[in-house]
């Protein structure tokens, strides 16, 4: 049978961008022969507004089942005034969480017409593709004790950062996996020089690459980091990092290339029974209400988060380099939504005329 995917397109702009990467799965399997079984269902405000919360349990159910989730975004102003229990949020935190993804793939990848768009210089960006692998589900965000204490005669405020080794192994494990589907090269950030959490998760890497002796690991504490990502990026092929360090250096390193609306993601977590991992796959940024119903998004980032899905999840490496192409050539075509518009402007196109290009 075909491989499954379960479509949340969500609130905003995100049923748009979606709309564009539907094109794309129905051309793979008209052209490449590579047919999909594309279910579709709401999730966010869209989800709140028919069901009364964010995910419902069926939704939450299917996407347990499916071989991978592609989600658009979720939020917008209307459900501002919303409980928390219930915000649009909760509906993506709680898929995270239920599927247990552990690992999230962040990658900056610089499409060369857009190099001058980057704040640093050409010479450093051009060409840079590089993916960081951030821990999801533990440390610092969630470890206890936490909250905000009495001490004396005043407040403490306490967060935790807490790894046990099990949790390292396996967001380890998965970047020596990406590292051997890419150039073979892992760099490893914490802080090692100061904290007891990166002294055993230095440790436990070290241990988890003897499994992967093609694998160049090396470490890296994570402010130096921060700042060789700055300096010369293209030294790094996969960094791996925990939670707190993960969120920071993948805004850090995504802003190296350029505009929102060109940045993808995934998120992993273990094996199912066929041997693919649970997986959320999603552009990085959100509903963006200002355009939202205008056509002006960029679809690409979610085309690009597809791609992603036809890599690590579908086995299908050159289909998503085929795919990745097209976005390349159409860029360089001068094709641009406004959002990849310079100063000296010119006529943008619109969401669905950038997804038709690429198709093309
Ligand atoms: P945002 O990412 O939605 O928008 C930030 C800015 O970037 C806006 O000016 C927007 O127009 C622009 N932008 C974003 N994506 C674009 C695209 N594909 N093409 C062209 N321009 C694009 O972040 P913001 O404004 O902070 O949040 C808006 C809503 O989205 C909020 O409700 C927020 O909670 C939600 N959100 C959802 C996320 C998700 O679903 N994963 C992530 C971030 C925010
Ligand atoms: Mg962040």
Redesign the pocket.
Known sequence: SNPSILILP?D??GPE?MTEVRKIIDWFGAKRDLAFDVSEDLVGGAAYDKHGVPLADETMAKAQEVDAVLLG????PKYDVLDFSVK??RG?LRLRKEMDLFANLRPAQCFDALADFSSLKKDVVAGLDIMIVRELTSGVYFGEPRGIFEEGNERVGINTQRYTESEIERVARAAFELAMKRNKKLCSMEKANVMESGILWREVVTRVGEDYPDVELSHMYADNGAMQLVRWPKQFDVIVTDNLFGDILSDCAAMLTGS??MLPSASLGAPMENGRPKALY??V???????AGQG????I?CILSFAMALRYSFDQGAEADRLEAAVQTVLADGVR???LMGPEGGVPVSTAEMGDKIVA
Do not use: R, W
């Open positions: 969500g905003g702009i961008v975004a979720v939020g917008g649009p949020e993506l929102l609306g999603e552009p940024h959100g509903s963006a209400p200002d355009i002006k998004a960029n679809p980032a939504t406004a959002d």
